[in-house]
């Protein structure tokens, strides 16, 4: 069986990933599974969203390059249980199996398969637990009267709309008061409009009438 090697360290510092390479080779060898490649991930968390060794591990499973993925544990690979059921389950529509060593974990096995399913019924659940708990807090909020979402900013449109028409660039004005470009150009154009409504002779000032490139 053709099989691909993934290991990862979170830091350089004390950390080889080839300790785990090594156990895992022994084991390859110990099955007689052919290695196709070996994919590292060093001094990367198991957090990140994004790991180069991974992300081509996964677009050569696409590729049925191998017909199994090794790696030494379990959270060498996931960076959650969400994420490691997705990831898994992704390479069984694929047709590549998981084998993790030191958890005794093998997908191509009548008791691994039985594992996922067990693995995936705990990340179903802790979903519903998270959802919950979001859900409690919103009706405790709603209970006390609060708004929901985060609180709105605090800006003062009249100063803000006095620097923009003195010729203060958008960038400037917005990096000033914390909002977007767009929002400049929106408070601008609304203060002239109402002082056009109350008949105010107000000149419009042609850096008021910049269109918004860019929302921050």
Wanted: net charge positive.
């Amino acid at each position: 069986m053709r099989v691909a090697l993934y290991a990862r360290v979170s830091t350089l510092n004390g950390q080889n990933p080839e300790t785990q390479l090594v156990e895992l080779r022994e084991y390859c060898a110990r099955r007689e599974w052919r290695i196709e490649g070996e994919y590292v991930d060093a001094g990367v968390s198991g957090s990140k969203d994004s790991r180069p060794s991974l992300n081509r591990l996964m677009a050569h499973a696409h590729q049925r390059r191998f017909d199994a993925i090794l790696v030494w544990k379990l959270d060498r690979f996931g960076r959650s249980l969400k994420h490691l059921v997705t990831a898994i389950t992704e390479l069984e529509a694929l047709g590549v199996t998981f084998v993790s060593l030191k958890d005794n974990w093998d997908l191509g096995t009548p008791s691994g398969r039985l594992m996922f399913q067990i693995v995936g019924a705990m990340a179903e659940f802790e979903r519903e637990l998270i959802r919950e708990r979001i859900r409690a807090g919103m009706r405790r909020r709603r209970l006390e009267g609060l708004s929901l979402g985060r609180a709105p900013i605090q800006v003062d449109h009249a100063r803000l709309v006095a620097d923009r028409l003195s010729g203060m660039s958008l960038t400037k004005v917005a990096k000033k008061y914390s909002v977007s470009r767009a929002s400049v150009v929106r408070f601008t154009r609304e203060a002239l409009k109402r002082e056009a409504a109350q008949g105010v002779e107000f000149p419009l000032a042609a850096a008021a009438q910049e269109p918004a490139v860019c929302v921050a």
